[in-house]
C-alpha cells in the first residue's frame, strides 16, 4: 500500500509540475477495503502572478468590467478557492469575465456567506450573491488570505 501512495504522489507531483494540479485522498474505514482517489484539477491557480483587481471596482458582465488584467487574479483566485471541489470545473484564466466567471463568483459569495464570514476577522455581513466581484466580495478573498498578487 505504501508503494501504491508513493505512486500516486509521484503522480499529483507530476501534474503539478506540469501547471494542471492535482488531489490525491487516502480514506481507511473500518471493516472496508481501502480506496484511494486521484483527480487532475484543470485551470491555473497561481493567481499571485497577476495584477490584483481594484479593491474599489465593480467587475462583472453586468457591470461594464468585463476584460482585463484584475479578471486573471479573479479567475485564478477562484480556481484555487475551489481546487478541492469536485463539483467545480476550473476557469480558464483567460481574462474575460464570462458566465462561468460569473457563477464561480456567485458560488464563492454563496460559500463565504455560508461559513467563512465566521472566521478571519469577518465583519458579519453577508455577501450580495450576485456574481459581481466588488469591494465586498474583494475585501471578503483579502480576509481570507487571498492578498497575493501584483
Known amino acids: 500500500m505504501n ?3 508513493k505512486k500516486i504522489a509521484a503522480v499529483a507531483m507530476a501534474f503539478t509540475v506540469l501547471g494542471t494540479g492535482a488531489a490525491v485522498t487516502k480514506t481507511i474505514s473500518p471493516k472496508t477495503s481501502n480506496s484511494i482517489t486521484a483527480y487532475a484539477i484543470g485551470g491555473d491557480q497561481n493567481y499571485a502572478k497577476y495584477e490584483k483587481p481594484k479593491s474599489t471596482y465593480n467587475y462583472g458582465r453586468s457591470v461594464g468590467q468585463r476584460a482585463g488584467g484584475g479578471i486573471y487574479w479573479i479567475q485564478a483566485m477562484m ?3 475551489f481546487r478541492n471541489n469536485n463539483n467545480f470545473t476550473a476557469l480558464d484564466v483567460d481574462g474575460q469575465y464570462g458566465p462561468k466567471t460569473e457563477d464561480a463568483v456567485r458560488r464563492f459569495q454563496r460559500s463565504y456567506n455560508n461559513s467563512f464570514r465566521y472566521y478571519n476577522g469577518g465583519d458579519g455581513s453577508y455577501l450580495a450573491e450576485d ?3 466588488g469591494p465586498k ?3 471578503a478573498t483579502q480576509r481570507m488570505g ?3 498578487g501584483k
Open 146 to 148: 487571498y492578498t497575493a
Open 131 to 133: 456574481g459581481i466581484f
Open 79 to 81: 480556481n484555487r478557492a
Open 137 to 139: 466580495t474583494y475585501a
Open 3 to 5: 508503494n501504491v501512495m
